[in-house]
C-alpha cells in the first residue's frame, strides 16, 4: 500500500498512541484527518502545539464518537480509518462505566456503521490485552479466552466483537489490532512507566500499587509500526492480531530499572489506594507475537531498556506538563 496522498481517519488522534500514528502517516505522505475530541478550549490533546492549522497533508476535526451524523461526515471520502478513540483509564472505569459503555462500545459500533456505509478500503480498530484478563496460559495467542476484569476491559471486549461482527455479517475490511501495554513520550501518568519515571525525577519516594503483576511493554514506535503493517496486510483482514514485546517483567522489576536510571536514591512506596480490587487486577500479561509476524512481518525493533532511556529523555525535557505525585485515575 501506498500511502502518499491517501486520505486516512485517525480516531482518538490526541491521544498517546494516536499522536504517535498522526505522526508517522504524515512522514509517509499520506493525507490525515485527525479526529480529536471536542472541547470548549479548541485542544488538540497531544497534536496541540505541534500542528497547526496550516500544517500541510493535516486536517484537524473536533467532534465526538458517540455521535452517529458526525462520525459519518467524518468517515467520508476516506480509503483507511484507524479507531483509536476510548476511554482507557482502567480506575476510572470503575467509577464513571456508563461512559465507557458511551464511547467504546457505541463509539466503536457507530464507526463501523459509517466504514461500511462508506466503502472504506481498511479499518483498523484498536483492542487492548486487558481484555484477556490475568493469563489462564503465556504467552498468549490470541485464542486466549477474554475475560472482563474491570468495566473499561469489557467494554473493549465488547468493542472487539462488534467490529468483528461486522467483518462476519457485511464483509467489512477490518482488522483489530490488540497491543499489550504501550509506553513512551507524550504518555499520560494514568499509566505505570510515566507515574514511576514522573516521581522519581522529582522525588525520592515513588508511589505504587502492586507491585507483582507481570507486564509486556512495547515501545509507541512498534505499536504504531503495528497499526500501519496491518493495514498494509490483506492477510490481515477479519482477524485480531497481538503486537507485543514478548518479555514479561513485575511492576516492581520495571520500577527498579526505571529508578536505576532515573534516581537511583528513590525509593519504591506501596500505596494502598493505588491497589486494584483483588479480582479486576490482571496479574500477568505475556504476548505472543508470533502471528503479527507470519500475516504482516512485524516485529518490535525496541528493547524495554532503550525505549525507556528514549522515554525518559523526554520526559525530563516535558516535567512541566505532568503532576508528579498525584494519583490520576
Avoid at 493469563?135 to 473493549?156: F, M, R, V, W
Avoid at 500501519?228 to 497481538?242: L, Y
Avoid at 496479574?283 to 503479527?292: F, Q, T
Avoid at 532511556?309 to 516535558?318: C, E, F, N, R, S
Wanted: glycine share 8%; aromatic share 8%.
Amino acid at each position: 500500500m501506498k500511502w502518499q496522498d491517501r486520505p486516512v481517519l485517525v480516531t482518538g488522534a490526541g491521544g498517546f498512541i494516536g499522536s504517535h500514528l498522526v505522526d508517522e502517516l504524515l512522514r509517509k505522505g499520506a493525507d490525515v484527518t485527525a479526529f480529536v475530541h471536542y472541547n470548549a478550549r479548541n485542544d488538540w490533546g497531544m497534536l496541540e502545539g505541534r500542528y497547526t492549522d496550516a500544517t500541510p497533508n493535516l486536517q484537524v476535526i473536533a467532534g465526538d464518537v458517540t455521535d452517529a451524523l458526525f462520525v459519518r461526515k467524518a468517515v467520508a471520502g476516506k480509503e483507511v480509518v484507524f479507531h483509536l478513540a476510548a476511554l482507557i483509564g482502567i480506575p476510572y472505569s470503575y467509577v464513571a462505566p456508563e461512559s465507557y459503555v458511551n464511547t467504546n462500545i457505541k463509539g466503536t459500533l457507530n464507526m463501523m456503521q459509517a466504514a461500511l456505509d462508506e466503502d472504506v478500503t481498511r479499518i483498523v480498530h484498536t483492542s487492548t490485552s486487558e481484555t484477556y484478563g490475568t493469563a489462564q496460559y503465556t504467552p498468549i495467542d490470541e485464542n486466549h479466552p477474554l475475560q472482563g476484569q474491570s468495566p473499561y476491559s469489557a467494554s473493549k471486549i465488547g468493542a472487539d466483537k462488534i467490529a468483528e461482527s461486522f467483518y462476519c455479517s457485511f464483509g467489512l475490511p477490518v482488522t483489530t489490532i490488540r497491543p499489550f501495554n504501550t509506553y513512551g513520550p507524550r504518555q499520560s501518568t494514568r499509566a505505570v512507566i510515566p507515574t514511576i519515571i514522573t516521581q522519581a525525577l522529582t522525588s525520592d519516594r515513588v508511589k505504587l500499587g502492586s507491585l507483582t503483576p507481570i507486564r509486556d511493554l512495547t515501545y509507541v514506535a512498534d505499536t504504531v509500526s503495528g497499526f500501519i503493517r496491518f493495514a498494509e496486510s490483506k492477510k490481515t483482514v477479519g482477524r485480531t492480531i497481538n503486537t507485543g514485546s514478548g518479555r514479561g517483567v513485575t511492576i516492581g522489576e520495571l520500577a527498579d530499572i526505571i529508578i536505576g536510571k532515573a534516581n537511583p536514591n528513590a525509593k519504591i512506596i506501596c500505596e494502598q489506594k493505588r491497589v486494584r480490587p483483588d479480582k479486576s487486577e490482571v496479574m500477568e500479561l505475556l504476548c505472543d507475537n508470533r502471528l503479527a509476524g507470519e500475516l504482516a512481518g512485524w516485529k518490535p525493533a525496541y528493547t524495554l531498556e532503550k525505549g525507556l532511556d528514549l522515554t525518559i529523555g523526554w520526559m525530563k525535557k516535558h516535567l512541566a506538563a505532568y503532576k508528579a505525585g498525584v494519583y490520576t485515575v
